[in-house]
């Protein structure tokens, strides 16, 4: 069964930092997609960023970016320039079979001013 | 930009009692999915539903559950004879092919079982 590990359940940030959340997951499947979702208070769930594991270059969306290490089976995401609007729990996910996302547990980054 | 409507935002039921949550995907998706979150655990996947069917199910998806998509345009999701447990927020989401470019959520109902 595929799983997805979160192992750092919050995280805090000054205002303008970068910060790195933490991913790792476990799969048999060569071909499969992850996701990174954010969570505000509104307890919306919201697309951050996606990544196909056959391509090697690391996506990229304005400041959010992933580093993505298929072998070590590692997929972090890099939130640059961090702003108060980037609180938020933040999910991890893998998508195989095209039907069914596996979420981590999430982790709480907190923004502060 | 396209949304996921979902409603009620909240909705209140007596134990044992059926509710109904219904969700309004964007227009030209064509797989719905519900997802279930109970406070301060994990999201967990349902059920996805393609070409009028259920695709997929989780084991937590028994027959307590079931989804609809009676007009077009709508897509439920019941669940008969709450328990307590029940309580949880439930996301409703669509994408337009099977997820590759991810879904579109929607934000969430929650239920609360008293």
């Known amino acids: 069964a595929q799983t997805v590990t979160q192992s750092q359940p919050e995280m805090s940030v000054q205002e303008a930092e970068t910060v790195t959340l933490s991913c790792t997951y476990d799969?048999?499947?060569?071909?499969?997609?992850l996701f990174w979702y954010k969570q505000p208070p509104s307890r919306q769930m919201i697309l951050v960023i996606r990544?196909?594991?056959?391509?090697?270059q690391n996506a990229t969306e304005n400041r959010f970016s992933v580093n993505f290490q298929k072998a070590a089976k590692s997929f972090s995401l890099k939130i640059s320039d961090s702003q108060l609007g980037d609180t938020a729990m933040y999910f991890c996910?893998?998508?195989?079979?095209?039907?069914?996302?596996?979420f981590g547990a999430g982790t709480i980054l907190r923004v502060k001013s | 930009e396209p949304e996921v409507t979902q409603t009620p935002s909240h909705q209140v039921t007596q134990m044992g009692q059926e509710v109904i949550l219904r969700c309004v995907p964007i227009?030209?998706?064509?797989?719905f999915y519900w997802y279930r979150q109970i406070l301060g655990q994990k999201v967990e996947f349902l059920v996805s539903?393609?070409?009028?069917?259920?695709?997929?199910k989780s084991e937590i998806f028994d027959d307590q559950f079931s989804v609809e998509r009676p007009d077009g345009s709508n897509f439920t999701l019941k669940i008969r004879s709450t328990k307590l447990e029940d309580s949880a927020m439930y996301f409703c989401?669509?994408?337009?092919?099977?997820?590759?470019?991810?879904?579109?959520f929607g934000s969430g109902t929650r239920l609360t079982v008293v």
């Open positions: 539903f393609y070409n009028n069917e259920i695709s997929e």
């Open positions: 227009s030209n998706h064509l797989y």
């Open positions: 799969t048999s499947e060569s071909n499969y997609y």
């Open positions: 996910a893998f998508l195989y079979e095209g039907n069914k996302l596996v």
């Open positions: 990544q196909e594991a056959y391509k090697q």
């Open positions: 989401a669509s994408s337009i092919s099977a997820g590759a470019n991810g879904y579109t």
